[in-house]
């Protein structure tokens, strides 16, 4: 089955500067690559999410990369704020199967 | 309406006892979804259904039994559950037939004594 790796478990940045977030995964047949940002005693929220035929994706302050060859993609997050700071974990998904990587829990000093 | 509503936010139950989740969804979605969270870990799938037949279980403990009534409910009986059955029990519901996104609910906080 899919294994989804996530880097790093934890993140401290400054309010203002950017934070990346990496992933990789190993069965070639995933298509869909969600990011989830996760808040205290809350559920999962879908942030941003990219299809195996795109390679980039940015919606705002947030964006997403795909390396299909490398199996790799990422998370950015540019000009960060306090609110920013939750669980973020990102998935790789064939149809309904759905598997999460690790996590990573970002920490946005003021 | 983009919620998938679950009960009860909270549950102590006891090892000999028999309880149920329950997940709402209206947003027309054919595939439901449970995933089990401990705690600072990431959701795990524990069953998924899809057109309400089950599709995928992940070699789950029978005292956990998935039930899909119709397209807009799903359930999670629970029976002789262990201590270590105590987490976070997470509902989310999709498109089916489509790869796409998973809305979740909120969750159902288990604590097994």
């Known amino acids: 089955g899919e294994n989804v790796e996530q880097h790093p478990s934890t993140l401290s940045v400054q309010e203002g500067d950017s934070a990346v977030i990496k992933c990789t995964y190993s069965?070639?047949?995933?298509?869909?690559f969600p990011w989830y940002k996760q808040e205290l005693g809350k559920g999962p929220q879908l942030i941003i999410d990219?299809?195996?035929?795109?390679g980039e994706k940015k919606d705002q302050r947030i964006a997403v990369t795909l390396n299909k060859t490398a199996k790799h993609f990422s998370l950015h997050i540019t000009e960060t704020q306090p609110e920013d700071s939750a669980v973020y974990f990102c998935?790789?998904?064939?149809?309904?199967?759905?598997?999460f990587g690790a996590g990573t829990r970002l920490t946005v000093k003021p | 309406d983009t919620e998938v509503t679950q009960t009860p936010k909270h549950l102590v139950m006891g090892m000999t006892n028999k309880k149920s989740l329950k997940c709402e969804q209206h947003?027309?979605?054919?595939?439901m979804y449970w995933y089990k969270q401990k705690a600072k870990k990431p959701p795990e799938l524990m069953f998924v259904?899809?057109?309400?037949?089950?599709?995928i279980n992940e070699s789950v403990p029978s005292r956990f039994s998935p039930e899909c009534p119709n397209s807009s409910l799903l359930n999670l009986h629970l029976h002789a559950l262990q201590p270590e059955d105590s987490a976070l029990y997470l509902c989310?519901?999709?498109?089916?037939?489509?790869?796409?996104?998973?809305?979740f609910g909120e969750g159902s906080r288990l604590t097994v004594l």
């Open positions: 989310a519901s999709s498109q089916a037939g489509f790869t796409g996104e998973l809305f």
């Open positions: 069965d070639s047949a995933s298509n869909y």
């Open positions: 990219i299809r195996s035929n795109v």
């Open positions: 998935a790789a998904s064939i149809y309904t199967d759905m598997r």
């Open positions: 947003m027309g979605h054919r595939a």
């Open positions: 259904y899809s057109y309400e037949k089950l599709s």
